[in-house]
């Protein structure tokens, strides 16, 4: 399966924005899916993941309660809603696809990632 990431920008801490993962070449019900972000010298690390229905989500601590990860099957998409964005949220994001159709938070439990969009919160 191939992963388009888009909606990334450079916004004010506080600000919202809204990435989305377009999914093409297999069937996009049949994966989990998961966002990591990477900042400069560091590790990728874990953000929000649901899983082929979207009935069940999760999320990183770091995030929980002003993300959200969602999914339309029909679209063929993955979207993270980020709201109340802060500095430390400043990072590469990056979905990915899991072809067992629950989550996981391990990137090398993921099967395809999208090329990463840039997210920059000024303070």
């Known amino acids: 399966v191939q992963l388009q990431a888009s909606g990334g920008g450079l916004v004010q801490a506080g600000d919202s924005l809204r990435l989305s993962c377009a999914a093409s070449?297999?069937?996009?019900?049949?994966?989990?899916m998961g966002w990591f972000r990477q900042a400069p010298g560091n590790e990728r690390e874990f953000v929000a993941a649901?899983?082929?229905?979207?009935?069940?989500?999760y999320y990183a601590d770091s995030v929980k309660g002003r993300f959200t990860i969602s999914r339309d099957n029909a679209k063929n998409t993955v979207y993270l809603q980020m709201n109340s964005l802060k500095p430390e949220d400043t990072a590469v994001y990056y979905c990915?696809?899991?072809?067992?159709?629950?989550?996981?938070?391990?990137?090398?439990?993921?099967?395809?990632w999208g090329q990463g969009t840039q997210v920059t919160v000024s303070s």
């Open positions: 070449g297999r069937t996009f019900s049949n994966y989990a």
């Open positions: 990915a696809a899991r072809s067992r159709g629950y989550y996981s938070t391990r990137p090398y439990e993921y099967d395809y």
């Open positions: 649901i899983n082929w229905s979207g009935g069940n989500t």
